[in-house]
T-cell receptor, first 109, second 115 residues
Framework: RKEVEQDPGPFNVPEGATVAFNCTYS??????FFWYRQDCRKEPKLLMS???SGNEDGRFTAQLNRASQYISLLIRDSKLSDSATYLC??????????FGAGTRLFVKA | NAGVTQTPKFQVLKTGQSMTLQCAQD?????MSWYRQDPGMGLRLIHY???????DQGEVPNGYNVSRSTTEDFPLRLLSAAPSQTSVYFC??????????????FGSGTRLTVV
């Protein structure tokens, strides 16, 4: 079993749709959680950290469920520019960072 | 404000050749690392460093060497290139200490093909 698992997609949604991605992790000692965005043939860029109480940044909402060991990312009112691969990232102590393989999103006009 | 700079952007090597991928950051980050990204897989850690003179192995270190003589630079050396090392390589940095809750800053990547 992979330490961090994501649905690879692709998710194909129309502009304006709401889309949600989930990510599960296996290490219960994980301490910090992130979502990154990666455009085609580009480097990953930090989208947002994920806090236990849940957090929101504009159209993006991230949530963490430690009991079930999953994190989620909700994108509201999808834009064409949201088309990308979204990486779930989980960190534990000692600089151990595990990247999920990513979920591809295509937003269509 | 350059951030993390990687060179070269593209490279083709023949099997058995050696080369060095360069990585430099200007943010005074203590932590630097090298990842490789292959299709269908998450980024995998090759080597990392928590400061000048300190390096350690990651998940997939075989065939690669690193050194950290300055805070700014963290080169990755391929000792004898193999086709299995065909990949996209990313350098990343992070302020260590409080770094556990900070995201990484990535360089733009090096696309390496070994023939």
């Amino acid at each position: 079993r992979k330490e961090v698992e994501q649905d690879p997609g692709p998710f194909n949604v129309p502009e304006g749709a709401t889309v949600a991605f989930n990510c599960t992790y296996s290490n219960s000692a994980s301490q910090s959680f992130f979502w990154y965005r990666q455009d085609c043939r580009k480097e990953p860029k930090l989208l947002m950290s994920v806090y236990s109480s849940g957090n929101e940044d504009g159209r993006f909402t991230a949530q963490l469920n430690r009991a079930s060991q999953y994190i989620s990312l909700l994108i509201r009112d999808s834009k064409l520019s949201d088309s990308a691969t979204y990486l779930c990232v989980v960190r534990s102590g000692g600089f151990k960072t595990i990247f999920g393989a990513g979920t591809r999103l295509f937003v269509k006009a | 404000n350059a951030g993390v700079t990687q060179t070269p952007k593209f490279q083709v090597l023949k099997t058995g050749q050696s080369m060095t991928l360069q990585c430099a950051q200007d943010m005074n980050h203590e932590y630097m690392s090298w990842y490789r990204q292959d299709p269908g897989m998450g980024l995998r850690l090759i080597h990392y460093s928590v400061g000048a003179g300190i390096t350690d192995q990651g998940e997939v270190p075989n065939g690669y060497n690193v050194s950290r003589s300055t805070t700014e630079d963290f080169p990755l050396r391929l000792l004898s290139a193999a086709p299995s090392q065909t990949s996209v390589y990313f350098c990343a940095s992070n302020p260590a200490g409080t770094g556990l809750f900070y995201g990484y800053t990535f360089g733009s990547g090096t696309r390496l093909t070994v023939v």
